[in-house]
Every structure is written in C-alpha cells, then in structure tokens.
C-alpha cells in the first residue's frame, strides 16, 4: 500500500543504491591501488578526517564512494568505531619526527634550519594540458643537495620558551589510557585541551578552513604568524605486553604552530595537527586553536561554535537529512499558521465582534 | 577445555553492530535518563553506518535494547513503509536477528520519526523516538554550555516569552511540532518533532520512551507514568491539530491525525498519517480478520 511517491519501501531503495554502483562499476583491487599510489593527498584528508590512518582503506572508500568525501569519511568512521581500541601509542614528539618539510615564517632562520620540502608553493599554477594531446608528463629528476638535510629537528617553540618568549609549560603527566578519547566519550564544554585538538585534527578541512580564514580575515583578535609548520612522519610506538616499546609503523603527520602577539607577557601560541599531509587544515585549525581562549561565548571563534560546525560527518549528515519528508512538522506548522490567519481574518472584519469582548492590555 | 571453545566465534561485527564497550556506555545512559526524566544525558554517539540526522541517535538505542526475540517496528511520518524507516528496520533486523513488524499492537520496540502511533502502547513496549535537536532552548540560547546551565537553573522564563510573544503578534503560540514540554515538573524537553497531536501521549504513559539524538550526542527519557506537560498559559489551553474531523480518503477512517495531500485544481484530501492503522481499517472493512487497538484518541478526542 504505497501512498505517495517518496515512499516505496525496500525495492525503491535497493535499486536507487543498484544505480549508484553500476554507474561506478566493478571495484577491484587494482582500482584502489591506483587510487592509493596516485592521490596521496586525497588519501591524507580522508584519512584526517575519519581519523583512522589506513591509506589502503582510505583508498577503498573512496572508490566504493566514487570519490564523494563525506560518503568516504562516514563509512571509513563506520568501520572505524567498530575496532577494538588494543593500545595507545606513545605521545609523538617534534624533535622525533621524520621531519621532511618544515618551514617558519617568524625567523629567517630557524635553529635545524628551514626546508622547504615537497611543495607547489612557488609553482605556477597551469594546467598541464599537454598531457590530453598525447605527451605524458614526466617530472624532472629532483637533483640531490650537497648535504642532506636532517631527519630530525628541534622545536622552535622549545627554543622560544628558553629565550623567555613563550611561557613554560609544565608537562602533564597522564596515563595513557587515562588520556580523553574524543572517539568514547561525547565532546563536553569547555572542552578539555585533548578533544580539542583531536576535534580539530577530525575535523572536515573545507570547514575548518572557512572559520580559519573568517579569524585571519579579522573576526578573531589573532593574524597568525606561522611559527613552525611541519610535515613529517611520526613512529607510532606502542609497548608490548612483555614491556618492551617498538615501532608499530609509521604516520604521516601534519602539525602547525602559529603566534600573534603578546599575551602575558608572552607569545601566544596555537597548535593543530592531524593524519596526512594537509597543509591548509593544519594553520587554519592552530589559528582557531590562537584565538579560542578570548573568543566571546557564540561567537564563531569560540571552540563550541567551530568544533560542532566543522564535524564533517555530523555537518553533513544533518544537511543531507533535509531530503527526508517532513511532511508531518510541516503539517504542524501550516495548521497554526491558517489558524492564525483565519483569527486575523476575523479580528479585522469591520464591526464583527462588539469591540469590548476583545483584550486589551492594561493600562500601566 | 581449550580457548577456542571458551571464545566466540569470529564475527565481522559485535551482535547488534555496536560493540560492548558502546552498548554498555549506551546502557549507563539509558538508565540515568530514566533517574532524571527529561534530562540531557551526553553520550559518545558511535558512527554507524548511516548517516547522521537519519536516525543514528534511535538507532543506537533501538540496538541496545533489542535480542532475537524483539519484534521491531519502524516508522518515518507515521509509516512503516517510508524508504528511511525500510532501511532502518532491515538493518536492525539484520544485525539482531529480531523479527520485523508493521503492527503496533506486535511491536516490542517501536522506533519512530516525528510521530507516536495511534494505538495506544502497552507497558510491555518500548518507544524510541529519533531527536533532530536535543535542546528545546536552542531557539532562544543556541550555546549548548550556557543552555545547560539554563536547565540547571530550571530557568526556562527566555521560553515563555517566545511563546507568550506569539500570542500577542499572531493571537496564538505559533510552535508547531516539537512543543516543548515539561516533565515531571522539573526539566523542560522538546518531545521530538511529533505534532501536538501527539504530546498528550507521552503524558502518564504506560509505556517507557527514550528520545535519542546521535548527531547532538543526547538521549532523554520519559519513564512510564511520568507527568509531561506542555508549556501553555493557564488561560489559553494547549491546542492541537484541528484533525479531529477530517476522513481519510483511502481507509475512511477518521479522528486521527493526517497527511494533507493537494490536489489538481485546488483543495485538498487526506489520509491517515499511521498508516498501519489505516491498513488494518481496510482490512477489516473487507472483512479481514485484523485487530484495531485501543487509540489514544477516540472519536478525535484525546481520551486515555
């Protein structure tokens, strides 16, 4: 008994799904290879925002999704919530990172030095058209420095908090399994300093960056200067039952630093950092990061405000949702609103009613 | 004795999707918001594999509550056949083993979006009810942090005005769905979006209802016999929908509320929103053997 069209029940929805993959074919390993080797960078914002480091899986949302990212992130979260939670990794420190690229814009020169690293920074923009004509782009060979830079480099926020520029911190000593998991556990306000960050690195780049750019543009109090950015590879070092640390593998990691001006009498500092190598994300996430703390309640700078609107998964599932009938609130409200009409209707009708059986307010 | 046979089998998921630790935060949960009728119980909200705004919160709490003997019903608008409510009922099923149900009467879960079913529920039934927004003062403060500390507060005077402003602008409180509601004299909640029409059904109820937002990451109850109470003003009584006269065209049946449908050239028709219900009226007007329930409305007016 099928009323109206939007309903149709389990055949209407099998086949729309049906039409969907046939229209992206069969999904083979080769596929996901491919999409694997050739799209790194895509595969690091999906990875980044599922929160889940897998670039063969990330791969694979991708091509059971056809590319559509918020489809991508959503089954790989999915998938992800379902998996045991078997160890917590050692905190990655900046000085133990496979730094490969790492830049500031606060010194000309940094303590470990700057390396500009794989970047299209200074490129110009063109569409390599040539490519459609027939005549494959072959990149020119990297050619090789005289020194190799070094793998590992210093914090320079650790260099500023000796010069008396950045204020000390002391470490907090927590135990790993005591550290907040933003994955467990609802995000609660204020926010502790661990969900924040771990909002921030889950969160959907394309909104991050839109809340980034209103603070830098000048709806924050902060114009960041980018301290230290740095794209690099962390160790995920995890202990053995037996006590003993090892290397599980390795993670592609973006982290930013940025500062502003004074505060206390110190640089004012905020960080982000996430899976993948995602540049944008990460200064756009450490500006809001700077200007959280003296963002007035509701307004778009405070963590409340741009760590709910930058969830991708909950942002663009309820976007997504308006396609559902509502024809039962709808209802709802059209019935109060002819109600209303029809009482106006009668209220302004010329000497309808005896004038003293309408209200008044009372005089004060 | 080995530990292959002290281990489950392997599986891909845990029974019912989510896994224990989930289901047992979910569990906590659950029964503090029965300890604090209509109070916001923040919860991790797990992805699962649907997306967010389309029943994730219920979902969660239909796959805590459900086991192989549950019978589940699953309703979007009131029906059991919208595409949504399909799709929700055969995953639960899926992943549960529980059987599947159109009927109210036969339900032991009934998951539903934006309505309570006519016929009256019974003590033995539970009733969930997917919540698009959790907190009835997100229209007059939208900071979650400082809503809570309204609600601490009991000071819900932001909301009278709303309301006590539309009855001076429009001569009447405008709220359509969704009428925030006090329960048990003490915290103020949004019933979901079901109409008016279905407010007074949650009021002293036998059976038990949790309201579950997934993306908001919040679940509320209201424990059986529990008072909820619309906010109206002493001298303007709460109204509901004027449904109380209108037929459905398709069933006959009337006194209950229903889809509008515009026709050709002007007008309108109408047929029963529960459409279960309007299935079963034709049933047994062809002389069916079917089983109408006691309705929470009789003859269009609110009587349980």
Redesign the interface.
Known sequence: ????A?????K??EQAERLFRQDLGTIDAERVETIRRTMPYLIDRVMGEASLYSEELAALALAQTGGELYEAV??L??W???Q?RIAVARPVRQSELLTQRRISAAFKDIPGGQILGPTLDYSHRVLATDVLEGKPFAPPEVDRADRAAPQHQPSLADWQREQGLVAPVAEPQVAPEDIPDL????????ASRAHRLQSLARAETGGVLALGYAAMRGYGNAHPTVNELRLAEAEVVVSHPRGTQFAAGRVRVSQAEVTAKEKDGYLGLGFAATFGWNEVKAIAAATLDLNSDDAP??SAMHE?FYL?HTES??A??????FK??????????????R??KA??AK?NAPHDEPAATRQEEPAL | MSLANLTKPWAATSYGFLDASAKRELRRKMLKAIAVPGCQMPYASREVPMARGWGTGGLQVTLTLVNRNSRIKVIDQGADDGVNAASIRRFVSRVSGAAETWDTLDASIVQSRHRIPEETLRDDQVLVLQVPNPEPLRGVEPNISIARQMHADADYGKLWLTLYEQIVRKGRIMQGAGYPSMVNGRHVMTPSPIPRWDVPKLNMARHLTFLSAGREKRLFAVPPFTRVEPLVFSDRPYQVEEHADLVCQRSGVSGYFMNELPVDGGGSTFEVSDSNLGIKAIQRAQGEPTVIGPTWYRNGEFSA
Do not use: K, N, W
Not at chain 1, 316 to 321: A, M, R, T, Y
């Open positions: 008994m099928a009323y109206v939007t309903r149709g029940g389990e209407a929805i959503l089954v979260r999915a992800r919530t379902t045991p994955t467990r556990e609802p995000l609660l306000f204020p309640v509701g409340e709910y998964v909950e663009s599932g309820f976007c997504i949702h559902l009938p509502h024809y039962v609130t709808f209802q709802s409200a059209l019935d109060a609103m109600d209303a009482r106006a209220a």
